[in-house]
C-alpha cells in the first residue's frame, strides 16, 4: 500500500481539517450502508416499517454531502492544497457524489417493497435477490474500508468484484425475461424484482467508482473508464 502523506503540515488545524473531512465521509458511508442492507433486509422479510424507513431517509444522505461538500470548498478557497491534500479533496468531493447515489438506489429499494406491499403482490420472487444483495453489501464494505485505510490494493481487489456482480445481475435478467415471455401473469413481480436488481448493480458500480477515488489519491493516476485487466497493468507502471 503506498498511503499518501497526510498530516504534518505547518498548521496543525489544517490537519485537523482534513481528518475531519475524511471523517466526516466515513460517518457518511457508513449511514449509507446502512440505508442499503435495510433496503434489503425490508424486500426479503416483507418489513413494512423498514421499508418506509429506507424510503423516507434519503434527506440525511443528501444533508451530509451538502455539508462535506461546501467544507471542501471552503479548504479549496481557503488552504489552496496542493499534491496529495488536493488529491484528498477532489477524492472526496467524487466520493461523496457516488454515496449520495447509492442513497438514492436504496431509497428505491424501500420505495419498490412499499408498492408491493400496497397492490398485494407476492414476496416470494424477492428470494432471487439475496446472493446478488450479499454480494453487493460485501463489495460497499470493502471500498469504504479502503477508503478508510487508504488501501489502493484492497480498492483494486475490490473493483474485480464488479465483474461477478455484473454477470450475476445479467443472468438473473435473462430468467426473469424467460419468466415474463413464459406466462405474462409474472410480468408485473418480475418487472419489479427486475428494478430491485438493476439498483443493486448501479450500487455495487458506485463502490466501483469508490475504490478508483482511493488509487488516484493514493497512487496518483486516474483508472477510471479502464478495465480491470488495463487497471493492473497501468497500476505496474
Known amino acids: 500500500m503506498n498511503e499518501p502523506h497526510i498530516g504534518g503540515h505547518i498548521s496543525k488545524r489544517f490537519d485537523s481539517e482534513l481528518e475531519d473531512l475524511r471523517s466526516q465521509v466515513l460517518a457518511m458511508g457508513g449511514l449509507v450502508e446502512e440505508q442499503v442492507a435495510n433496503g434489503l433486509q425490508a424486500l426479503l422479510e416483507s418489513?413494512?416499517?423498514?421499508?418506509e424507513q429506507v424510503a423516507g431517509s434519503d434527506y440525511r444522505v443528501n444533508a451530509q454531502e451538502v455539508a462535506i461538500d461546501e467544507k471542501c470548498v471552503e479548504i479549496l478557497a481557503r488552504r489552496q492544497p496542493a499534491a496529495s491534500d488536493l488529491r484528498l479533496v477532489v477524492a472526496i468531493i467524487k466520493t461523496i457524489t457516488?454515496?449520495?447515489r447509492i442513497g438514492d438506489q436504496a431509497e428505491?429499494?424501500?420505495k419498490f417493497e412499499l408498492e408491493r406491499l400496497a397492490d398485494g403482490s407476492g414476496s416470494e420472487e424477492y428470494?432471487?435477490?439475496?446472493?446478488?444483495?450479499e454480494r453487493v453489501t460485501r463489495m460497499l464494505r470493502m471500498a469504504l474500508d479502503a477508503f478508510a485505510r487508504l488501501?489502493?490494493?484492497?480498492?483494486l481487489k475490490t473493483i474485480k468484484?464488479?465483474?461477478?456482480?455484473?454477470?450475476?445481475?445479467e443472468a438473473l435478467s435473462r430468467q426473469l425475461i424467460t419468466r415474463m415471455m413464459e406466462d405474462p401473469r409474472n410480468i408485473r413481480d418480475a418487472l419489479r424484482v427486475s428494478w430491485c436488481?438493476?439498483?443493486?448493480?448501479?450500487?455495487?458500480?458506485h463502490a466501483s467508482n469508490i475504490c478508483e477515488y482511493v488509487i488516484f489519491l493514493v497512487r496518483g493516476?486516474?483508472?477510471?473508464?479502464?478495465d480491470y485487466r488495463d487497471m493492473k497493468k497501468r497500476l505496474k507502471e
Open 47 to 51: 418489513d413494512a416499517a423498514l421499508a
Open 98 to 100: 457516488d454515496l449520495e
Open 108 to 110: 428505491k429499494l424501500g
Open 127 to 133: 428470494v432471487q435477490l439475496e446472493h446478488l444483495g
Open 151 to 155: 488501501d489502493d490494493s484492497a480498492a
Open 161 to 169: 468484484k464488479d465483474n461477478k456482480i455484473d454477470a450475476e445481475y
Open 197 to 205: 436488481a438493476r439498483a443493486l448493480e448501479r450500487i455495487g458500480d
Open 221 to 226: 493516476k486516474d483508472v477510471r473508464h479502464v
